[in-house]
């Protein structure tokens, strides 16, 4: 991409900056990404992402060799920048539903002292309605500073992509649409303008700009991410009146989703949705319609957030029935620690959340996952680790299917069924070929999807003997 070349700053680089930071840098702008944490400003410096994200790494590195791209510890070195950007963490509060904005608050403030005149400070990060005029207090002593909201929306596994082809642009400026255009002449003008500089390619190309007030740009991912969650937890709920009903939950959601008023992404009954962000945002909402009085959001996302938890519990019940009502003693494995495929983020994992309570009854618990292993096995010391698929599926009398990557979706139930002690699987994202598996002798259960087979829940053998050394197939390798 061409552009004409800004310098910019990105403070805070977790996943949302170091992405921004890269993305920026491949438009054609110089950028400066600043954090606090030595460790991953060296490793971002060197071209190579502190996190597991497909195709950031080749953007660092391009980034390096052009020189348009160059990561610091010390927040003077934006000092020659035009515009800044936010990408600080916004987590939930320890103490409550809240989110803890002290970072955000706290690099502003360290931001302040190295402002060129007429700069453009400019929040990224996702926080609650307010939080605009409480940074506008911090930058009260530059009247010159120009300040902005623009709202990511990046998804885990897809950033880089959803960063340079994104669905949408939205600006949060002073006096939204009205305050954000000449009168005259309709130009763009303040913020505005220096945010349409930054992204030019992407204007060029036709991505769609929204401008609206600072209100508007603090709700909009919170309430786009509150209406995905209830997507979810809607699908999730009748899954279990599925299981109840004698129905089949993808088969419903397919003709649901054939619906243009409905449409099927999202509506895919399994595990659930966890991570750092959809929960924490979900609760963050809760939080701001509690304080605003508006009790109606406030119940409904309780209600979203519930039937979410609810589903790790209901796998556990489910993976206990299939042992014939107890796990203790059992030996389990299970497929994906992440919280969802193509990441390596394991915060709030619903697949290491059900691995760790069925620990906590007693099982013998294998986890693997293609990516995730490393940041799992020391918060988790309950659970046993594998990197490689068939030394977790070794004399497995359980096999559970928690995180939906690819290779577990593609695994050959005949070769599996050589490594198992008992050829059971529960396949709690529903992704499974259940006819092929249970060709290959296996007994599949799903959430939702099984009624046919919920009255048997026999000893299904593998093809296992007593536990021997075993050379694994070369498709589980």
Known sequence: ?????????????????????????????????????????????????????????????????????????????????????????????????????????????????????????????????????????????????????????????????????PDRLVYGVPGGRTGAFSPATGTARGVTATLDAVYEPLLRAGIPRLVCNFATAELIKSAANAYLATKVSFINAVSELCDAAGADVAELSEAMGLDPRIGNRYLHAGLGFGGGCLPKDIRSFRQQAGDLGVSAVEDWMRLVDSVNLDQRQRTVDLAAQMCGGRVSGRTIAVLGASFKPDTDDIRDSPALDVADRLAAAGAHVTVTDPKAVNNA??????????????????????????????????LSPADAGTLVRRRRVLDARNVLDAAAWRNAGWTVRGLGTSPAAA???????????????RQAPASLS
Request: charge should be negative; include cysteine; glycine fraction near 10%.
């Open 455 to 469: 009255h048997q829940e026999s000893e299904v053998p593998g093809t296992k003997g007593a536990p021997t050394a």
């Open 1 to 165: 991409m061409k552009t004409n070349a800004l310098d910019i700053s990105v403070i805070g680089c977790g996943y949302l900056g170091a992405v921004h930071a890269a993305t920026l840098a491949s438009m054609g702008h110089n950028v400066v990404g600043i954090d606090v944490d030595a460790a991953k400003v060296e490793q971002l410096a060197r071209g190579n992402a502190p996190f597991h994200e497909p195709g950031l790494d080749e953007l660092l590195q391009d980034g390096r060799a052009t020189g348009r791209l160059r990561f610091s510890t010390d927040p003077a070195d934006a000092r020659d920048a035009q515009v800044h950007f936010l990408c600080v963490g916004t987590p939930q509060d320890k103490t409550s539903d809240a989110a803890d904005l002290s970072f955000l608050l706290s690099a502003t403030e360290a931001l302040l002292p190295h402002l060129s005149q007429g700069a453009a400070v400019v929040g990224k990060s996702t926080v609650p309605v307010g939080t605009v005029e409480r940074l506008r207090g911090v930058l009260s002593a530059r009247p010159d500073v120009q300040v902005g909201w623009n709202p990511e929306f990046l998804r885990q596994g897809t950033a880089v992509k959803d960063s340079l082809v």
């Open 377 to 410: 096995w020391q918060r988790y010391p309950r659970l046993r680790f594998e990197k490689g698929t068939a030394r977790a599926l070794e004399d497995a009398e359980l096999v559970l299917l928690l995180t939906e990557w690819g290779e577990y979706r593609r």
